[in-house]
Structures are given as structure tokens and as C-alpha cells.
């Protein structure tokens, strides 16, 4: 275990990290390290890792695809496995046209983008974009705009556009002043809305980085309804929350909300490639057809519509279709184990929507920087866990391969966790 001399790794602070421990390879839920050491991957990877690690099925898809194209250019050019996806996402989101990118990041880029230039193509003057506190959309500028100003922002936030920022009425188990928070929060958008807005983004049901805040369904249908009644645009970022994560194919869907646009990545591929998808509705797509060249999406990124990327898509979901129940059903796995976590004193502000589930540990601050994430990350490992707890924030979000024992073993190594850093405290 060191740190390579040639490498600089994601949002590392390299002088107070424990160096990277080094991965051989991966099955299932299971990492195995250089050392021998198995830990379960109880986070999916940032996210990514779908079905799990290795899944066969995806692995042969790709590799089929890798022997007849690998890559060609997206412009004068099409290909099966891009349209065959295209079709099907079409078929799931009610969302008729798919453009490609790279990532989470671009896929909102591309909305954001596509919202934008759609109103001015039609010659309107909607200016204003509207976000949620607590929000991220990513690393890139204007997904960095787009989210809330954090440590993650700071340097550059003279760089950033503004936007209309709104209160995010997270909710928990028991939570007692919910309504009034979220009538707070839906006067706030009525507010902002009296200002000709081009777009509203959120991340429907769960916000991710800042903490697995989650919100009811009722409250996004409120947001939904303003917006549209408004004629404003709905970008659902699913990037985190897509392909079946919430309960549902999509969060919009378990919410009862139809965006405009749709943000895609980290499962689309089963998590082996990277891939952003941005769904939008055919009458979006219709504002940019003219022979105005001005009018044109102006948008292309060299690995647009990757068929590798597409082919292990395509295999993805014809897992997640032949086997609904399991990320329908996986909600029922976590709510024993949580309501046993939710016990202790220290483990508060409980919540759980499909595979993703969480606690804010009542140690410290409630922060993205309160070491107490770090000590649990590094207990757990111990017990052949990985977690990346968000500041105070410990949540599980594991692949939908997970055993009920093996999810089990995360649960008791949490639960070890705690006691150890209580009686440290004590
Ligand atoms: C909701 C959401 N949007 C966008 C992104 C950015 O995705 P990427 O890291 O692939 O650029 C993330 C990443 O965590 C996310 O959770």
C-alpha cells in the first residue's frame, strides 16, 4: 500500500487519507485486495456497480460488441446498439429522444444546455434557472453551478452562474414538522417562479452527495405540477437515483412525476462503462429542428454513443426487466436491520427508499468534513466492509446482488462501529 508516484486520486486530500488499498479484482458484491483481504462493496462503487461486479452477462455483451465495433464517430454516423437503446429507454421513461455523453456530470450539462437553448431557439427570454439546496449535479462547471456552494465548490464559486435556490424538505423516519417545511419550501418555488424560469432541476426523491436527503413523493408531485403549470422545463437528475435504485425503473416514476429532460449514468451500463444518457421529450427535440444553423445542438463528445457502452446497457436492462422484484422488493431487506439501528441513540434521522438506506451518526457536526465517517469507514473495513459515509451521514446503497447475509454483515459491522466509537467517547 502506497501512493503511486503518477497518480492523482478523486477527491483526496492526500495528507490526512489512508493510502489507497489496491483492488485485484471483483465478483459480485465481493472487492478483493492485493493482500488477500475481501470486503463487500456495500457503496456499488460510488454508486455504479448495478447487478454487481463482474456480472457475466454484461461481460459477454461487451465483449461480443468489442469483436464487430468498438467505436465510431456519432455524427454521419448511427449503430445497432445505439438505437436498440434508444428505443428502450424511450419505451421506460416516456422520454422520446436520447443524447450521449460521458458521465453524470455531461448528462446534466447536456440538460442543462438543451433547457437553455431551447427557450432562446423559440426567441423567449426565460432567464432563470432554479435548484435545490443540498443539490448536486457534479464536477463540471455547470453542474457545479447548478448545486449547492460547498467545500466541493469553494474555489470557483466567482466562476458560477446563479440560480434560484429552494429549501429541500428532507424527511426521516418520525419526522414531526415535515408539512410545514415542505408548504415553506413550495412558497419559496411559487416566489421564484414569478420570474420567467428556463428550467427546475432536482434529484427526484433522493439527493445523493449531500447526505441521502430524501423527500415524499407528495412533495415532488407539488414541485412537478408548479413547474408545469408555470411552463417551465423539469430536469429529473437520475444519474444516481435511475435504474432502480428508489423501488422504481426511475425515482420520477416511483414519485408520479413526468419531467422534461432526464440525466442518466452510473447503473445504465450495469456500472461497467462510463456513460451519460439525457432523455428529452420529442417536443424539445422538435425546437431544434430548422434551418436556422444557430438553432443546432452544438454539443458532441468524441466517445458519443460508445457501442461498448451501449451493448452492456442493453444487457443491463434486460437484467433489471427480467427480474423486477428484486430492486421492487430490496426496501424490505433494509427495514428490520434499520429499525434495529434506529434503536441506538446515536444513530438519528433514519430513512430508506429501495436499495439506498441511512442514518446520521449523532458524533460530531453534522458535516460533509466531521471525521466520523472516516472512523466508521475504517472499523468496517476491519470487518470486511467498505463504506464511504458522507460526513456524519452512514448509508448503504450496496448492488442488487447482495445476499441477505452479507447485507446482514454490513449491518452488524455498523452496529460494531457505533459501540466502539461510543465507549471511545465515554
Ligand atoms: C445526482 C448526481 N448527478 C450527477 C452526478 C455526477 O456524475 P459523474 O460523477 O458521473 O460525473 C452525480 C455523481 O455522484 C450525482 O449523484
Avoid at 324 to 345: D, I, K, M, S, T
Wanted: charged content about 15%; proline content about 5%.
Amino acid at each position: 500500500m502506497s501512493w503511486h508516484p503518477n497518480l492523482w486520486h478523486p477527491t483526496t486530500q492526500v495528507a490526512t487519507s489512508p493510502e489507497p488499498w489496491k483492488v485485484v479484482r471483483a465478483q459480485g458484491c465481493q472487492l478483493e485486495l492485493q493482500d488477500g483481504r475481501r470486503l463487500i462493496d456495500a457503496i456499488s462503487s460510488w454508486w455504479v456497480t448495478l447487478h454487481g461486479h463482474a456480472e457475466p452477462a454484461i461481460a459477454a455483451a461487451i465483449g461480443r460488441q468489442a469483436l464487430q465495433l468498438e467505436q465510431v464517430i456519432f455524427a454521419n454516423f448511427s449503430h445497432e446498439p445505439a438505437e436498440q437503446l434508444a428505443t428502450r429507454l424511450a419505451a421506460l421513461s416516456g422520454l422520446e429522444r436520447l443524447f450521449f455523453s460521458d458521465n453524470g456530470s455531461t448528462a446534466v450539462e447536456v440538460a442543462l444546455k438543451i433547457a437553455w437553448q431551447w427557450w432562446r431557439n423559440q426567441g423567449s427570454e426565460r432567464r432563470q434557472l432554479i435548484a435545490f439546496e443540498g443539490a448536486y449535479h457534479g464536477d463540471t462547471f455547470g453542474a457545479m453551478a447548478l448545486g449547492d456552494r460547498s467545500v466541493f465548490t469553494e474555489p470557483y464559486d466567482s466562476l458560477l452562474f446563479n440560480v434560484a435556490r429552494i429549501a429541500w424538505p428532507h424527511t426521516h423516519w418520525g419526522d414531526a414538522d415535515l408539512e410545514t417545511r415542505e408548504a415553506e419550501a413550495l412558497q419559496q418555488l411559487d416566489r421564484a417562479l414569478d420570474t420567467p424560469t428556463a428550467a427546475v432541476i432536482l434529484e427526484p426523491l433522493i439527493q445523493g452527495a449531500s447526505g441521502m436527503r430524501m423527500v415524499r413523493a407528495e412533495f415532488l408531485r407539488s414541485v412537478a405540477e408548479r413547474v408545469q403549470r408555470r411552463g417551465s422545463l423539469l430536469i429529473a437528475d437520475e444519474v444516481m437515483t435511475g435504474f432502480g435504485r428508489t423501488g422504481a425503473l426511475f425515482a420520477s416514476q416511483r414519485a408520479g412525476i413526468q419531467p422534461d429532460l432526464m440525466a442518466l449514468s452510473k447503473g445504465l451500463t450495469g456500472g461497467f462503462l462510463p456513460m451519460g444518457a439525457t432523455l428529452a421529450s420529442e417536443r424539445l427535440y422538435q425546437g431544434f429542428i430548422s434551418t436556422t444553423p444557430e438553432h443546432t445542438f452544438f454539443h458532441g463528445h468524441s466517445f458519443t454513443a460508445n457501442p461498448l457502452g451501449c451493448a452492456a446497457a442493453l444487457a443491463s436492462l434486460d437484467l433489471l426487466q427480467h427480474n423486477p422484484e428484486r430492486y421492487q422488493q430490496f426496501e424490505a431487506l433494509h427495514r428490520p436491520q434499520l429499525e434495529a439501528l434506529a434503536e441506538l441513540p446515536v444513530a438519528q434521522r433514519v430513512r430508506c427508499q429501495g436499495t439506498v438506506a441511512a442514518f446520521e451518526l449523532n458524533l460530531g457536526a453534522n458535516s460533509y468534513l466531521n471525521p466520523v465517517g472516516k472512523q466508521v469507514q475504517r472499523l468496517c473495513m476491519e470487518q470486511g466492509v467498505y463504506l464511504r459515509p458522507l460526513g456524519n451521514v452512514v448509508y448503504l446503497l450496496p448492488p442488487l446482488c447482495i445476499s441477505e447475509a452479507q447485507l446482514q454483515q454490513c449491518y452488524s459491522a455498523i452496529h460494531q462501529a457505533i459501540h466502539t466509537l461510543v465507549a471511545e467517547q465515554q
